[in-house]
T-cell receptor
Framework: SQTIHQWPATLVQPVGSPLSLECTVE??????LYWYRQAAGRGLQLLFY??????ISSEVPQNLSASRPQDRQFILSSKKLLLSDSGFYLC?????????????FGEGSRLTVL | AQKVTQAQTEISVVEKEDVTLDCVYE???????LFWYKQPPSGELVFLIR??????QNEISGRYSWNFQKSTSSFNFTITASQVVDSAVYFC?????????????FGKGTKLSVKP
């Protein structure tokens, strides 16, 4: 069966420090991968998605970046965190293309920037 | 433009009451998909249901039921005989068939509290 894991689960970082959140999927090949952010009191906002290795699409301009070095690995990074980067980050995967498939989410990573 | 509106920010009910969570969507596409997710306090989003725009049949799964009405662009979710374990934030989401690469547009969620 397919599983998705992301880490770390909780992170407290000072403003200006770097960030690396990692997500891996098991049990499937060539998935679509997504990073969403959930800010307090708001819905989920799509940050990045990837349809294959090295292919990253950004939905929202910001100081975050994403990379997909391997088929089932998706990394969210920042060189210098801002206070506004605080939030709950969720990685997700799907197997179907063009809006037909449901997304399966990881456990989430809660980031607090101080 | 795509948009999902969940007008109810928070709902509180007593155990065994029925509760309906509203969802209204906007899309220009004729082919689209609607979803409901549950987010318990642990934070992980749990997939509940997917509906395509050509299937307006209502669906029932145990205590859960969904009412899809294209005429009013609504996809409402009803929990019958609610239980404390139903307490969570519920998200409605929309995905268009073309050009979206599968990403979902989420509403802001409805926080449901079921009290014993």
């Amino acid at each position: 069966s397919q599983t998705i894991h992301q880490w770390p689960a909780t992170l407290v970082q000072p403003v200006g420090s770097p960030l690396s959140l990692e997500c891996t999927v098991e049990g499937t090949s060539n998935p679509n991968l997504y990073w969403y952010r959930q800010a307090a009191g708001r819905g989920l906002q799509l940050l990045f998605y990837s349809v294959g290795i090295g292919q990253i699409s950004s939905e929202v301009p910001q100081n975050l970046s994403a990379s997909r070095p391997q088929d089932r690995q998706f990394i969210l990074s920042s060189k210098k965190l801002l206070l506004s980067d605080s939030g709950f980050y969720l990685c997700a995967w799907s197997v179907l293309r063009a809006g037909a498939g449901e997304l399966f989410f990881g456990e989430g990573s809660r980031l607090t920037v101080l | 433009a795509q948009k999902v509106t969940q007008a109810q920010t928070e709902i509180s009910v007593v155990e065994k009451e029925d509760v309906t969570l509203d969802c209204v969507y906007e899309t220009r596409d004729t082919t689209y998909y609607l979803f409901w997710y549950k987010q318990p306090p642990s934070g992980e989003l749990v997939f509940l249901i997917r509906r395509n725009s050509f299937d307006e049949q209502n669906e029932i799964s145990g205590r859960y039921s969904w009412n899809f009405q294209k005429s009013t662009s609504s996809f409402n979710f009803t929990i019958t005989a609610s239980q404390v374990v139903d307490s969570a934030v519920y998200f409605c989401a929309l995905s268009e068939a073309r050009g979206s690469q599968g990403n979902l547009i989420f509403g802001k969620g409805t926080k449901l509290s079921v009290k014993p």
